[in-house]
T-cell receptor
Framework: SQQGEEDPQALSIQEGENATMNCSYK?????LQWYRQNSGRGLVHLIL?????REKHSGRLRVTLDTSKKSSSLLITASRAADTASYFC????????????FGSGTRLSIRP | GAVVSQHPSWVICKSGTSVKIECRSL??????MFWYRQFPKQSLMLMAT?????????EQGVEKDKFLINHASLTLSTLTVTSAHPEDSSFYIC???????????FGSGTQLSVL
């Protein structure tokens, strides 16, 4: 089953611009994580935000979490060509601590 | 950072044969391992969760007898696709977690093609 929906499904921006991806989920969570996947490869963990946190930063990444709306956003500032990848949110469900469910993903393309 | 090794990276097999995929945590002990399946340009669908020494917990709709998962040690989990058919062709990815660390470390995935 899929917990999260992301939008947009695809995003194409110019290098240097900021990219924003949104994630909505359905049930209560322990934390929400963002991952990146290059085509045909495994996923790389980017950032984790806990259910009692509202915002978190890591380098050019900024994540927000609104548990009342069951939504999160990932902002990548000053995008680079190397940021081209698919980005997924993943929720660590409160009802089942060992289950992590992924959202539908956003395919990000950075134009040079 | 933690490394998870998954192999083979790709496999082509004939319909009716069984294929085993291995997932190893190289520098940490994985209390929990997850197996996901991914179709082209789609998200990861959780197939099952396995804990060392216990039976895997399968997601609804995933056939236990079709996708055999063994988590024999804290560093190794295997997924065996039994009697594979073309509809089983997909990208399979494992991930591992070491409690109390909440984030997942992923293998590089296995592309299975069943002819």
């Amino acid at each position: 089953s899929q917990q999260g929906e992301e939008d947009p499904q695809a995003l194409s921006i110019q290098e240097g611009e900021n990219a924003t991806m949104n994630c909505s989920y359905k049930t209560s969570i322990n934390n929400l994580q963002w991952y990146r996947q290059n085509s045909g490869r495994g996923l790389v963990h980017l950032i984790l935000i806990r259910s009692n946190e509202r915002e978190k930063h890591s380098g050019r990444l900024r994540v927000t979490l609104d548990t009342s709306k069951k939504s999160s956003s990932l902002l990548i500032t000053a995008s680079r060509a190397a940021d081209t990848a698919s980005y997924f949110c993943a929720t660590d469900l409160r009802s089942s601590a060992s289950k992590i469910i992924f959202g539908s993903g956003t395919r990000l393309s950075i134009r040079p | 950072g933690a490394v998870v090794s998954q192999h083979p990276s790709w496999v082509i097999c004939k319909s009716g044969t069984s294929v085993k995929i291995e997932c190893r945590s190289l520098d940490f002990q994985a209390t929990t391992m997850f197996w996901y399946r991914q179709f082209p340009k789609q998200s990861l669908m959780l197939m099952a969760t396995s804990n060392e020494g216990s039976k895997a917990t399968y997601e609804q709709g995933v056939e236990k007898d079709k996708f055999l998962i063994n988590h024999a040690s804290l560093t190794l989990s295997t997924l065996t696709v039994t009697s594979a058919h073309p509809e089983d062709s997909s990208f399979y990815i494992c991930s591992a977690r070491q409690e109390p660390n909440e984030k997942l470390f992923f293998g590089s995935g296995t592309q299975l093609s069943v002819l």
